[in-house]
């Protein structure tokens, strides 16, 4: 049920984009604005990405716990980054101000610029959660250590990269939006997904199945694995493993 309240919602904003019924509010200047978070004294983070609307970069590489670069030209929506340390784990929130995100408002969305670079660490362990709303996602993560990944889609394109080598087993949780949904998948380690489809399509590449689940030919045995639980939207999901 909130699923289905949540793609609502989408497709309402959607419509609303394309009319042009809307309150407007101003698009100023384009600004971008650099903001780097330490880690500190933790043993592990949680993150939790929260974007309403635009185009979303998620990658490693950061020499801290974030490297970010915010893009964009509506003064309101200007990135929130919180941190707090408790109990040795570090709380990091990065989400579009809740005044006037999502969809309402927007003026002309070819004049919109709202671009999010993030960084993350690659060797702290952590649990991530990503809440998407209206627009383009490219999320590479592989090469970060994970123990828990919550994706949640908008409407829109979402590409997220799981190939390459993991060093410990850890569970991921998709909920397919009103779009495109791609998930590229390792065959390194083991690849166990459970599939529940609501009215979209889910295409799967080079995996083995056996009813609504599907395996990778290193699932049996192997030490480190990949529990992924995936739940359609309104799209197409593609369950894709690398060569």
């Known amino acids: 049920m909130r699923q289905k309240i949540i793609l609502l919602g989408l497709v309402t904003a959607v419509l609303i984009l394309t009319t042009g019924c809307i ?20 043993s592990s983070a949680r993150v939790k990405i929260d974007m309403g609307v635009g185009k979303l970069d998620v990658n490693g590489g950061a020499d801290g716990l974030l490297d970010a670069q915010f ?47 993030l960084k993350l660490n690659d060797t ?30 908008g409407v829109g394109e979402t590409t997220i990269d799981l190939t390459g080598s993991w060093s410990n087993s850890f569970d991921v949780d998709i909920e397919g939006g009103v779009g495109k949904t791609t998930v590229r998948l390792p ?24 009813g609504d689940t599907y395996t990778n ?10 529990d992924i639980k995936v739940q359609g939207g309104v799209g197409g999901i593609d369950l894709i493993l690398e060569e």
């Open 23 to 42: 309150n407007q509010i101003k698009v100023g200047p384009t600004q971008t604005d650099e903001q780097t978070i330490e880690a500190g004294d933790i």
């Open 71 to 117: 893009t964009y030209n509506i003064e309101s929506w200007k990135p929130e980054v919180n941190y707090e340390i408790s109990n040795s784990e570090g709380r990091l929130t990065i989400k579009q101000p809740d005044s006037d995100t999502a969809t309402i408002g927007i003026p002309d969305t070819e004049k919109v610029k709202y671009e999010w670079d």
């Open 124 to 153: 702290m362990p952590m649990n991530l959660d990503i809440n998407l709303g209206v627009g383009e996602s490219s999320l590479e993560l592989s090469g970060l250590t994970l123990n828990s990944l919550d994706i949640q889609t």
């Open 187 to 210: 065959n390194g380690v083991g690849v166990r997904v459970e599939t529940q489809t609501g009215i979209s399509g889910i295409n799967v590449y080079g995996l083995i199945q056996n």
């Open 217 to 226: 030919p290193a699932y049996d045995g192997a030490d480190v694995i990949l």
